[in-house]
Each structure stands twice: as C-alpha cells, then as structure tokens.
C-alpha cells in the first residue's frame, strides 16, 4: 500500500468555484504534512504546512484528520492561476525523519 | 534570498558514461535531500543528508548511484554506468529544521533533467 494516496483527477473548475482534494495516508505515527503545488514542468513548491488544528492561508484551507488518516485542501474563489497539480505529502518519523513521501498529485484546471 | 540552485538544468548522456549533477541549498539550511521524479510519476526519494552525513541513502536505487555533501553546503549526485531508465528530473531540496517540531519544510530547486540515450 502506498504511503500516500490522493485522486488524480482532473478537476476542472470555472473560475471563483470552490474545490476540495483529500488525501489519505498509510502510516498513523506521521507527524507532518504538508500540501505542495507543481506546475508544468517545474518544481514542487510548498503550498502549506498542515497543522493538527487545521490552517487557513488566505484562499486555502488545509485539515487534518488523524482518526481516520486523511488530509483535505480547500480552495475558495478559484483562480486561473490555481491550476497546477497538488501533491498531499508527509514527513517521515523515526529512521525515516528526513524524507517526504509524495503523493501522486491532483490535478486542478480552473478555466474562464 | 537565494532558492536552491542546481546544476546543469539540461544533460544529455550516452547509455553508459557518467553524470554528475550538482546541488547549492538554501544558505545556512542543515538538511539536504536528493529525489527523482520520472515522466508521469510522482517524486522519489532517494538520499538526506544532514550536514556532511548522510542517515538515510535507502533510496539510492542501485549501487550505481553515489551521492556526497561537502563544507555542510554544495552536494553532488554521481550516476555511474548510466542507464535509459535513469532518465528522470532528479530534483534537491534543503531545509532547516524548525524548532523541536521536528517539521522540515523543504524546499526545491528547478530541477536537473536528465536524458539516457
């Protein structure tokens, strides 16, 4: 089973529209998350960490669900530049503290 | 200030000589990670370092792959014997970590794309 499951979409969106991805995870000892954004052909950049009670930055909504191991990310007021691919990501614990398991990615295309 | 930068953006090898791919972090960031992430596939760890050590090279995939960090700064990535299905977009990452949290936001450079012919 994979550390990090997410529904790859696509979601397309018209603009000003809310959408909301989930995310779940394999390992209940995970003790950081985080949602990051990727764009064609660039590289992943951090969107948001995600706190145990929950975080808003701006536009974005980011909970965590830990009784039942999952993650969402809420986007309100959609943006043409929202469109990109999210990737649902957790920290390692213990031997593994340093590393990130991705997720797969969702992607987003938030049209006119 | 500066992002991480890596080196070259672009190379292209022949089936069977050697790459080495270069990593400059963010300054003053302790941690450095090295991942892959091949077409159509989500990213792949494969070595951390913290400072010049390296706890955890687990997903290093062959004995092929060699990775070192020097000065706590500048690391390089070594793929010896390549092989088309090293063909990938390996991509750094540094962070430092944030208080006793331990959560180590990290961030990434633009990427090294990497062609096996």
């Known amino acids: 089973r994979k550390e990090v499951e997410q529904d790859p979409g696509p979601f397309n969106v018209p603009e000003g529209a809310t959408v909301a991805f989930n995310c779940t995870y394999s390992?209940?000892?995970?003790?950081?998350f985080f949602w990051y954004r990727q764009d064609c052909r660039k590289e992943p950049k951090l969107l948001m960490s995600?706190?145990?009670s929950g975080n808003e930055d701006g536009r974005f909504t980011a909970q965590l669900n830990r009784a039942s191991q999952y993650i969402s990310l809420l986007i309100r007021d959609s943006k043409l530049s929202d469109s990109a691919t999210y990737l649902c990501?957790?920290?390692?614990?213990?031997?593994?503290?340093?590393?990130?398991?991705f997720g797969r990615g969702t992607q987003l295309t938030v049209w006119p | 200030g500066a992002g991480v930068s890596q080196s070259p953006s672009n190379k292209v090898t022949e089936k069977g000589k050697d790459v080495e791919l270069r990593c400059d972090p963010i300054s003053g960031h302790t941690a450095l990670y090295w991942y892959r992430q091949s077409l159509g596939q989500g990213l792949e760890f494969l070595i951390y370092f913290q400072g010049n050590s390296a706890p955890d090279k687990s997903g290093l995939p062959s004995d092929r792959f060699s990775a070192e960090r020097t000065g706590g700064s500048v690391s390089t990535l070594t793929i010896q014997r390549t092989q088309q299905e090293d063909s990938a977009v390996y991509l750094c990452?540094?962070?430092?970590?944030?208080?006793?949290?331990?959560?180590?936001?990290?961030?990434f450079g633009p990427g090294t794309r990497l062609t096996v012919t």
């Open positions: 390992n209940s000892a995970s003790q950081s």
């Open positions: 990501v957790l920290g390692g614990r213990g031997s593994t503290l340093g590393r990130l398991y």
């Open positions: 990452a540094s962070s430092s970590t944030r208080g006793t949290s331990g959560i180590y936001e990290q961030y």
């Open positions: 995600v706190y145990s």
